[in-house]
């Protein structure tokens, strides 16, 4: 039997307290707990942006950032970002750049579901072509990043809440500014 994906639990200033399986943290009392999503930008300085597949437990369906995750125990953050790239999108991902380094937000889903996460966010370059796994991503689109900022304002019902909170910090920070490196 294949040993269960663990998270990371932290307490309330953020430092790890133990872990518990993925499957039994996501509830309608989830605890705080590590994650992270990563935008992967292409040599054009498209955004890659993806629709969650209509499996997914939480916010199925709806657009988002390139891909997010949990660090295992022990992992870092940049090891995890590359590991879910490879397992999410089947790419490889290259120069990883932390831009929202204290990105923590609560949300609930509409089934009851709550998302609870110190959630760094980052910036990648895709090294290659992606092919997202179905289990994962429904749907996915490289697009402007100031058009996807327009979209979002303009209908945020149709994506993540974690994105509809990051992109626009992402923006001010200067992660998808003219002659960036994404």
């Given amino acids: 039997m294949e040993d269960p994906e663990l998270v990371v639990l932290l307490d309330e200033g953020g430092s790890p307290v133990g872990t ?3 499957i039994s943290v996501h ?3 989830t605890p705080l707990h590590l994650a992270f999503s990563c935008y992967l930008t292409d040599q054009d300085g498209r955004l890659l942006v993806t629709r969650r597949a209509l499996s997914k437990p939480t916010w199925p369906g709806v657009w988002t950032n390139s891909f997010c995750g949990h660090p295992a125990p022990g992992e870092t953050l940049e090891q995890a970002v590359r590991r879910r790239g490879r397992e999410e999108l089947r790419t490889v991902v290259g120069a990883v750049e932390e831009r929202l380094p204290d990105f923590r937000y609560r949300a609930v ?3 009851g579901v709550v998302e609870n996460e110190v959630c760094p966010v980052f910036t990648a ?3 290659g ?3 997202p796994d179905a289990a994962e991503v429904v749907e996915w689109v490289w697009v402007d990043p100031e058009a996807l900022l327009r979209s979002v304002e303009s209908v945020p019902f149709a994506f993540s809440p974690w994105l509809r909170a990051q992109l626009p910090r992402l923006f001010t920070a200067g992660a998808f500014a003219a ?3 994404g």
């Fill in 125 to 127: 370059r895709a090294s």
């Fill in 20 to 22: 518990s399986p993925k």
């Fill in 109 to 111: 889903d509409a089934g």
């Fill in 27 to 29: 509830t309608d009392a």
């Fill in 179 to 181: 002659g960036s490196d």
């Fill in 129 to 131: 072509p992606v092919a």
